[in-house]
């Protein structure tokens, strides 16, 4: 009986699956359409805000077993292959390959499009300005060290926008050829990553020696060629680069998270839960930030980040960037604006996007 109920199961599924491959036809053979619609209408095929009212809507509709979350990674790829129906995506990001950069990349457009390392935040920035590329993915501020300060700089002069928005918990990993923990003498990573790290390297590994690299995956690179030590990396950089997993888990703080930003032309349209970043400057008189601010308090508006930011060029002044709770169109937000460019000497808004969660 057991046996009969297993085949009868399996068949069902063999059944479904047939019906899913249908379904996922009859859904390419839409993204196609609306690909050609698309071209003609001169709109971008990665449209990030079209993106967030689908997986809102796959929320509302999810009553099943099966966790949003789930559901959520399926669609992704799903989605990631519409694009590549429609057009090229091609994105730049912080390399090289298997930096947490290429992770929180993958891990947003999904596996299907085109990524492309560059060896700096500024090259990224460059590229998608000069069209090389359509979008660009550079890390903003991480939970426990702080602000990029390098993505702020490009922020202030870049003509591109904030479109989209991707945290991503950083899971480090101890990679290396050796079997044994013990045969390992020296360890090599991005200083950041090190210093996360460091309580769980002393009390496991507090006679190996501390070697800074340019970044994790560099780092892991570095110990699939030359065969010696290991790297603090990703799983990722594990399978690239051909290195064993020998502890995962190790980073010190379990929150450690990262934001990055999706970068590229145009403007996100409202979803009705997004994020607006923008910088200013207030005049040097006694009270201007309080001000500048109120201009948001008035209106109860939630300003979920404030920085100070010094102007490199001018000893003791300073930008601010903000991120604000809304859309610059929404009504209150864009009355607050309005209010905000009568008390500031300087005001760029930077984009206003889908708001995202720390979901992985």
């Keep these: 009986m057991t046996e009969s109920k297993l085949q009868?199961?399996?068949?069902?599924?063999?059944?479904?699956?047939?019906?899913?491959?249908?379904?996922?036809?009859?859904?390419?053979?839409m993204s196609l359409e609306i690909g050609r619609i698309k071209a003609?209408?001169?709109?971008?095929?990665?449209?990030?805000?079209?993106?967030?009212?689908?997986?809102?809507?796959?929320?509302?509709?999810?009553?099943?077993?099966?966790?949003?979350?789930y559901v959520q990674a399926i669609f992704r790829e799903i989605i990631s292959v519409s694009r590549v129906l429609q057009g090229p995506v091609t994105v730049a990001y912080l390399g090289p390959e298997a930096s947490f950069a290429h992770m929180a990349a993958q891990y947003h457009f999904g596996v299907s499009n085109k990524f492309f390392p560059q060896t700096s935040i500024l090259h990224v920035f460059e590229e998608v300005e000069k069209e090389k590329f359509k979008w660009g993915v550079a890390p903003v501020e991480n939970s426990i060290e702080g602000s990029v300060n390098l993505t702020l700089d490009k922020l202030i002069a870049t003509t591109l926008n904030i479109r989209a928005e991707i945290f991503l918990r950083i899971n480090h990993c101890l990679l290396s050829n050796h079997e044994k923990m013990g045969d390992i003498e020296r360890i090599y990573s991005h200083p950041q990553a090190l210093a996360q790290c460091?309580?769980?390297?002393?009390?496991?590994l507090p006679n190996a020696v501390l070697v800074e690299m340019e970044s994790t995956a560099a780092a892991a690179q570095r110990v699939g060629k030359e065969k010696e030590g290991a790297a603090i990396g990703s799983k990722l950089a594990a399978e690239v680069y051909g290195l064993k997993v020998i502890s995962e888990g190790i980073e010190d703080r379990?929150?450690?998270?990262?934001?990055?930003?999706?970068?590229?032309?145009?403007?996100?349209?409202?979803?009705?839960n997004d994020k607006?970043?923008?910088?200013?400057?207030?005049?040097?008189?006694?009270?201007?930030?309080?001000?500048?601010?109120?201009?948001?308090?008035?209106r109860q508006i939630d300003m979920t980040k404030i920085e100070s930011y010094p102007v490199k060029e001018r000893l003791w002044e300073y930008l601010f960037f903000?991120?604000?709770?809304?859309?610059?169109?929404?009504?209150e937000i864009k009355s607050s604006l309005d209010a905000l460019r009568q008390k500031t000497t300087f005001l760029?808004?930077?984009g206003s996007y889908p708001r995202s969660e720390v979901t992985q």
């Design 322 to 331: 903000v991120d604000l709770a809304g859309h610059a169109k929404d009504g």
């Design 198 to 204: 460091q309580g769980w390297l002393r009390a496991n």
């Design 276 to 298: 607006t970043s923008l910088l200013f400057a207030t005049p040097h008189v006694p009270g201007a930030l309080y001000r500048a601010l109120q201009s948001f308090a008035d």
């Design 8 to 29: 009868e199961l399996r068949d069902n599924i063999k059944q479904t699956d047939r019906e899913i491959v249908r379904l996922l036809n009859r859904r390419a053979g």
């Design 348 to 350: 760029k808004i930077l």
């Design 254 to 272: 379990a929150s450690n998270t990262t934001r990055f930003l999706v970068i590229g032309r145009g403007e996100s349209e409202p979803t009705g």
């Design 40 to 69: 003609e209408l001169g709109i971008e095929v990665y449209d990030p805000s079209q993106e967030s009212r689908v997986y809102d809507n796959l929320a509302k509709n999810n009553e099943g077993e099966l966790p949003f979350k």
